[in-house]
């Protein structure tokens, strides 16, 4: 009987060092492959910057700023008057602007946010649409 509790006593603590030993084991390998991710990022980096100076300064001529605090410099009712919701033609000015500034493809609530967080006006926006994209 005592010779059978102790044999299952036994299996119970090596169990649990096998278990701990799993976890090490994880733990181990998760540290790998996160520095291995984490030199692969590096050299990446490292490899656009050979790039040269030519597209960090391409980079840097469509930086914008935005101001956290909503002002509104654009009414609603202008947006509408510039005919950038509502139309035919809206979805196409709409892509035009947001490829002038480099917005991507937003919706027409979001270019309007965007324009008003751009601090841009009514003058801004229509000599926007009367430029060609470059």
Not at 5 to 19: T, V
Not at 51 to 69: N, R, S, V
Not at 127 to 133: A, C, H, S, T, V
Request: net charge neutral.
């Amino acid at each position: 009987m005592y010779q059978y509790q102790d044999q299952k006593e036994m299996r119970r603590a090596l169990n649990s060092k096998m278990i701990i030993m799993l976890v090490g084991i994880m733990l181990v390998v998760t540290a790998f492959t996160s520095s291995l991710s984490y030199g692969m990022r590096c050299l990446s980096m490292a490899g656009m910057a050979d790039g040269g100076d030519k597209d960090i300064l391409e980079a840097l001529t469509h930086l914008m700023t935005f101001d956290e605090h909503l002002q509104v410099t654009l009414s609603y009712e202008e947006y509408l008057d510039l005919g950038l919701n509502g139309r035919e033609d809206s979805a196409e000015k709409r892509a035009q602007i947001a490829r002038s500034l480099h917005l991507g493809k937003p919706n027409a609530k979001t270019l309007f946010k965007r324009l008003n967080m751009l601090q841009l006006h009514k003058t801004d926006v229509e000599k926007l649409l009367g430029q060609p994209y470059e």
